[in-house]
Nanobody, 122 residues
Framework: QVQLVESGGGLVKTGGSLRLSCTTS????????MHWYRQAPGKEREWVAT???????EYADSVKGRFTISSDNGLKSVYLQMNSLEPEDTGVYYC????????????????WGQGTLVTVSS
């Protein structure tokens, strides 16, 4: 079983910053892609940012220039630095790992974390 654990969410005022973290369980040997998604109340989940093992980085237009995705240890820890936060950034933020391999040679195509809540007050 592979787990992703997000942390770092909280309540912040407009213009503030938060740094989210996503860490894989210790049995993960490698993964190829990590995405951040978010889901606002009453809305569908939307993609926010991506980083890959080959260092490809992409952002949704809505966060470009304000959010920065980074990683350590071959994507086993991934961070989302969020600056200039707006009320529209409010939601539950999820990390999503693709093509995960474990030390016991199991492979998982798609793994999701449990989410961390970000609330931006106006």
């Amino acid at each position: 079983q592979v787990q992703l654990v997000e942390s770092g969410g909280g309540l912040v005022k407009t213009g503030g910053s938060l740094r989210l973290s996503c860490t894989t369980s210790e049995n993960v040997k490698s993964l190829e892609v990590m995405h951040w998604y978010r889901q606002a109340p009453g809305k569908e989940r939307e993609w926010v940012a991506t980083t890959t093992i080959r260092s490809r980085i992409e952002y949704a237009d809505s966060v470009k220039g304000r959010f920065t995705i980074s990683s350590d240890n071959g994507l086993k820890s991934v961070y989302l630095q969020m600056n200039s936060l707006e009320p529209e950034d409010t939601g539950v933020y999820y990390c999503n790992a693709k093509r995960v391999a474990t030390y016991s040679n199991y492979r998982y195509l798609d793994v999701w974390g449990q989410g961390t809540l970000v609330t931006v007050s106006s």
